[in-house]
């Protein structure tokens, strides 16, 4: 597969992208993949290449750009400490509404790409960024048809910016992936959501993975369960093959 690092300009200012490609001759459908809140780093970059290898244009986009230079840094030896202390300022320079207003750019650049078909999108996210995932799909409803949120936290709060709100909106098909041990997405949250979606007649499929804390899916997070991550893959391509292609 080919991996370029491009920048895309957005209302705020230069964001870096890695973009992945499948090999092969294309065009295939893209895949916007917003980041957890430990940023760019080698695990995230495993994403991109995954899903270059099931046959989609990855745009992994570094939504921390409006912070400036950082990391790489460590999940594990976060968690060992203040994480908080560490991911905090980054997480403070960016949120759903922010991340929507980018992925007006992201779309864009995608549109003057050859090797990318220019009508169904895919998003997809992880911790912070399955609220993004959600919200994009809520914002461009005419691009995106599927959307997928992994171990999303605050997805359904008194915030503004709740995803839960713009179910009404959303044409996408979702795909909702919740750990029963995650404190940012406690079961009474999952409910409110779901009700949301359900209300809006939205097209989803909510799965609780029990025994799965929060952050399963990421290689590098000391919670990571490889069985439950290989059922997030299999799940995830599933949508985007039945939708996208």
């Known amino acids: 597969m080919k991996h370029e690092e491009v920048t895309i300009r957005t209302r705020d200012g230069q964001c870096p992208v890695h ?3 499948p090999d092969g001759a294309g065009p295939w459908p893209a895949v916007i ?3 957890d809140a430990f940023g760019i780093r080698p695990a995230l970059l495993q994403v991109g290449e995954r899903i270059a290898a099931g046959g989609y244009v990855a745009l992994v986009p570094d939504l921390f750009y409006r912070y400036g230079a950082y990391g790489p840094l460590d999940p594990k030896e976060a968690f060992a ?6 991911v905090g300022p980054l997480m403070a320079t960016t949120d759903n509404v922010k991340a929507a207003q980018d992925t007006e750019a992201f779309i864009a650049y995608l549109d003057t790409r050859d090797d990318v078909t220019r009508d169904k999108i895919g998003t997809i996210g992880f911790c912070m960024g399955g609220g993004m995932a959600i919200t994009a799909a809520g914002t461009y409803p005419d691009r995106v048809a599927a959307g997928v949120s992994f171990h999303g936290g605050r997805l359904a709060t008194d915030d503004p910016a709740s995803p839960h709100l713009l179910a009404p909106k959303i044409r996408a098909e979702l795909y909702i992936a919740v750990a029963d041990n ?4 406690p079961p ?3 409910e409110h959501f779901k009700q949301a979606l359900d209300e809006a007649g939205v097209r989803y499929h909510c799965e609780v993975y029990h025994g799965a804390s929060h952050g399963w899916m990421k290689t590098d997070f000391p919670v990571y369960d490889e069985a439950a991550a290989e059922r997030g893959w299999s799940e995830m391509f599933a949508l985007f093959d039945r939708v996208l292609k």
Not at 81 to 86: F, I, Y
Request: hydrophobic letters at 40%; a negative charge; one cysteine or more.
């Open 182 to 185: 995650d404190r940012s997405c």
């Open 33 to 35: 993949v917003y980041m």
């Open 81 to 86: 400490g203040d994480s908080r202390a560490m």
């Open 188 to 190: 009474e949250m999952v």
């Open 19 to 21: 973009v992945f490609t």
